[in-house]
């Protein structure tokens, strides 16, 4: 059967926002309403800034369901990790994984207004970005909604900082968020962030398929979205933050941190890191919680990775909606979708050192008629090849002779064409016959 493999995704936790200020574990969000003055000051003025450090991008201004990469001037801390890049797309969110693949409306991102987008429908809609050195700022100017344009325009930043804060500000918003329809595209507003894990096809030998966990989820209270409202989302200390055995299991945040000494890392277990954690054995030796653990054991070299994706790069999908579910190791089957990336790994102890030289057999009188044998095979195999070289070069240049009449007479009267497919990144080939063409046409490969 055909090889496919899948990215998956898999919800294991996620807060809510019922309040203005809201304690969400990762962050703290506080949802300011049209008549309070802060909610007017964290509008970012583009207009008003200088030309050159705007960027206005033309593919996102005048497509549906793309995404681009932005590149940032400084390091911006989510959930803990410092990013130095993201992908801005034409639906209303800031995609902040590694991986760009189909399904970016799943988990990781930051989405002020996560709806179907379309600014291809008005020459008015733009996607705007300005980055300043401690602040990218983001604004979806003049969007409409799919199919939905006569209900108005939406305007709306997302500005994130240096410091990890991450602003949500809205200055037109024509209806009810909460009445958006989710059929052809998610509805969301908030935070998601995701680990991924390479789990064992046993199907395929030395393939990996690659499957995202969202370990957490910000959902703020869509009602609350209107015109000159905004939202504050500040982030809260995470156990990355400790870079020192001592500090790390002492700490009081509301999370466990554990230090692993084989990776010289303090984490809670759930994190961007949870591969390396994982195959380092890390849960086990966290386990007593102390400094003094002596490592007496190498650390495993870790594999080569090839990554094939056979995706578009800059396409956003649909995604199914989310499932509510504890903080912990994941036990039901992950959902898999149509995405295929394939993830090929060495799998180690599954050959022999390099060091190693396998023994020597040892010779008998027996195999000697084996060995002549092989060698008679091989002789006349290569004399059958000449000869037939030697034949096709005389009826080539003495198409008259009565070998070469011989020949011509019965050569085959159809010439299939062979039309190439990619299908799951590998060629294959298929015969083509065109409708309505005798077969003795010739037709030319390229023309399909």
Not at 209 to 228: A, D, F, G, P, W
Not at 237 to 246: K, N
Not at 310 to 318: F, M, P, V
Request: charged letters at 20%.
């Amino acid at each position: 059967m055909p090889t496919r493999n899948t990215l998956n995704t898999h919800k294991l936790s996620f807060g809510s926002l019922d309040n203005q200020n809201t304690d969400h574990n990762y962050y703290t969000s506080k949802t300011y309403g049209p008549a309070d003055p802060l909610s007017k000051g964290f509008w970012v003025d583009i207009d008003q800034m200088d030309k050159d450090k705007v960027k206005v991008h033309g593919i996102l201004s005048n497509t549906h369901r793309q995404a681009a990469r932005v590149n940032l001037s400084f390091d911006f801390p989510f959930y803990g990790h410092n990013l130095r890049e993201v992908t801005v797309a034409t639906g209303g969110f800031i995609y902040t994984g590694d991986v760009v693949h189909r399904m970016l409306t799943a988990t990781q991102y930051i989405a002020p207004l996560m709806a179907n987008f379309d600014p291809s429908v008005s020459r008015n809609s733009t996607v705007i970005y300005t980055d300043n050195g401690t602040a990218l700022v983001v604004q979806w100017d003049h969007v409409r909604l799919q199919d939905l344009d006569h209900l108005g325009s939406f305007t709306f930043q997302a500005s994130l900082h240096r410091d990890g804060r991450i602003l949500f500000a809205y200055r037109e918003v024509p209806m009810d968020v909460s009445q958006i329809s989710s059929v052809n595209h998610p509805v969301k507003v908030g935070l998601s962030d995701a680990f991924v894990v390479l789990d064992h096809v046993q199907q395929i030998p030395n393939v990996r398929r690659r499957t995202i966990y969202e370990y957490h989820r910000v959902e703020l209270v869509k009602t609350k979205i209107s015109n000159s409202t905004a939202v504050e989302i500040t982030p809260l200390p995470t156990c990355l933050q400790f870079t020192d055995c001592s500090s790390c299991i002492s700490t009081q945040i509301s999370f466990n941190c554990t230090w692993c000494h084989r990776l010289h890392r303090c984490s809670s277990g759930f994190d961007r890191h949870r591969q390396d954690w994982v195959d380092n054995s890390c849960p086990d030796e966290t386990k007593d919680k102390s400094c003094d653990i002596i490592l007496t054991t190498p650390q495993p070299v870790v594999t080569t990775t090839t990554v094939v994706r056979t995706t578009s790069r800059s396409q956003e999908t649909d995604a199914g909606p989310g499932v509510r579910s504890s903080t912990h190791t994941p036990t039901s089957v992950p959902t898999e979708d149509d995405t295929k990336i394939a993830v090929h790994l060495k799998e180690p102890g599954d050959g022999r050192s390099e060091n190693t030289l396998p023994a020597a057999p040892r010779v008998s009188p027996g195999t000697r008629p084996l060995h002549t044998g092989l060698i008679l095979a091989v002789v006349v195999v290569m004399v059958v090849l000449v000869a037939g070289l030697v034949l096709s070069l005389y009826v080539y240049h003495h198409p008259t002779s009565t070998t070469g009449l011989f020949f011509i007479e019965r050569r085959p009267r159809r010439w299939p064409a062979m039309k190439f497919y990619r299908r799951s990144g590998r060629p294959a080939y298929a015969e083509v016959e065109p409708t309505g063409l005798g077969k003795d046409v010739f037709m030319d490969p390229d023309q399909f």
